[in-house]
């Protein structure tokens, strides 16, 4: 019971401290949008850069990741917005229906795969969110923008291209094959990145709100079974049938079982999608994954041979 504790406890205990502190103690949002921001905009690319730059690359399987991980993605993308059509939901809806289905909570994977694979889970950690973070964003932000009018090419590019994370899990790859962060950087980019997890958590934990959560509620179990059961099953399938070793098969599948980001109700909100549907999807997901990512792990421990 002790990894499992030491793996599950500290993350959700942030995420429930973070929920406490909202609503006793810290109650200003303000206080919370900067703590978003910060993560967002600096401690979590400097997680991804420093975790990335210390990879070999030419050691891990890149490419078998990247095809089983994407390939998910895809199938996923392709069943949620069926999903969100067979509800008959509009276009703002099916926005957060695909954003619940495919996206995921990074700092939530990072403090999982970490506490219980150490410095390896972390390593391959950040080189599956390098895979992930890309294919979401060129996925999701065109599906936005086909709910305006007229879509603008050059927007949803730059949307994509100046993405913290995308621009973090670049640098990362960038400094991998240079040989690493120089002397003093890499300590400093270090220490910035682990300082992502605990106040990111507790972001997430602040975010969260129960009383959405009979809002389309069938929809909303429907997207979390999709999104917590269904893509880490077609994940771990795919990652068996492209014969990757245990514990990459194992990272990226405990990444695609993570609830979607929390991320995702400003994404929803500031690009014309459902943010009530994407905040009571968001709490859901983190509430049900207190059950179904133990129970991930218990099968990869159980029917993956780790080493």
């Given at each position: 019971m002790g990894p499992w504790l030491d793996a599950f406890l500290p993350a959700f205990g942030l995420i429930a401290l973070g929920a406490f502190l909202k609503r006793r103690l810290l109650r200003d949002d303000a206080v919370w949008a900067g703590i978003e921001k910060l993560v967002f905009w600096v401690l979590l690319p400097c997680l991804l850069a420093s975790s990335l730059s210390s990879v070999r690359l030419g050691a891990l399987p890149i490419a078998g990741m990247a095809a089983a991980l994407w390939l998910a993605l895809l199938i996923g993308a392709g069943l949620s917005l069926l999903l969100a059509r067979g509800f008959g939901q509009a276009h703002p809806a099916a926005t957060s229906v695909l954003q619940g289905g495919i996206r995921f909570n990074n700092l939530l994977g990072f403090a999982i795969t970490g506490a219980v694979f150490g410095a390896p889970g972390t390593g391959l950690a950040a080189v599956t969110v390098g895979l992930i973070v890309p294919c979401v964003q060129v996925i999701i932000t065109p599906v936005f923008a086909m709910g305006g009018a007229r879509p603008n090419l050059w927007?949803?590019?730059?949307?994509?291209a100046l993405?913290?994370?995308?621009?973090?899990?670049?640098?990362g790859f960038v400094l991998a094959g240079l040989g690493g962060l120089p002397p003093g950087?890499?300590?400093l980019a270090r220490t910035l990145g682990q300082a992502s997890v605990s106040l990111g958590l507790l972001a997430v934990g602040a975010a969260l709100g129960a009383e959405a959560i009979r809002d389309r509620f069938t929809l909303q179990a429907a997207t979390a079974a999709l999104k917590l059961m269904a893509m880490p099953a077609l994940t771990l399938a795919l990652c068996l049938a492209l014969g990757l070793e245990a514990l990459p098969a194992t990272i990226a599948t405990v990444f695609m079982a993570q609830p979607t980001a929390t991320t995702a109700y400003v994404m929803a909100r500031l690009m014309g999608g459902d943010a009530p549907l994407m905040a009571a999807m968001t709490t859901m997901q983190h509430v049900v994954a207190v059950v179904t990512l133990p129970l991930w792990l218990f099968i990869l421990w159980a029917f993956v041979p780790l080493p």
């Amino acid at each position: 019971m002790g990894p499992w504790l030491d793996a599950f406890l500290p993350a959700f205990g942030l995420i429930a401290l973070g929920a406490f502190l909202k609503r006793r103690l810290l109650r200003d949002d303000a206080v919370w949008a900067g703590i978003e921001k910060l993560v967002f905009w600096v401690l979590l690319p400097c997680l991804l850069a420093s975790s990335l730059s210390s990879v070999r690359l030419g050691a891990l399987p890149i490419a078998g990741m990247a095809a089983a991980l994407w390939l998910a993605l895809l199938i996923g993308a392709g069943l949620s917005l069926l999903l969100a059509r067979g509800f008959g939901q509009a276009h703002p809806a099916a926005t957060s229906v695909l954003q619940g289905g495919i996206r995921f909570n990074n700092l939530l994977g990072f403090a999982i795969t970490g506490a219980v694979f150490g410095a390896p889970g972390t390593g391959l950690a950040a080189v599956t969110v390098g895979l992930i973070v890309p294919c979401v964003q060129v996925i999701i932000t065109p599906v936005f923008a086909m709910g305006g009018a007229r879509p603008n090419l050059w927007r949803v590019l730059r949307q994509v291209a100046l993405n913290p994370l995308i621009i973090g899990c670049a640098l990362g790859f960038v400094l991998a094959g240079l040989g690493g962060l120089p002397p003093g950087l890499g300590p400093l980019a270090r220490t910035l990145g682990q300082a992502s997890v605990s106040l990111g958590l507790l972001a997430v934990g602040a975010a969260l709100g129960a009383e959405a959560i009979r809002d389309r509620f069938t929809l909303q179990a429907a997207t979390a079974a999709l999104k917590l059961m269904a893509m880490p099953a077609l994940t771990l399938a795919l990652c068996l049938a492209l014969g990757l070793e245990a514990l990459p098969a194992t990272i990226a599948t405990v990444f695609m079982a993570q609830p979607t980001a929390t991320t995702a109700y400003v994404m929803a909100r500031l690009m014309g999608g459902d943010a009530p549907l994407m905040a009571a999807m968001t709490t859901m997901q983190h509430v049900v994954a207190v059950v179904t990512l133990p129970l991930w792990l218990f099968i990869l421990w159980a029917f993956v041979p780790l080493p």
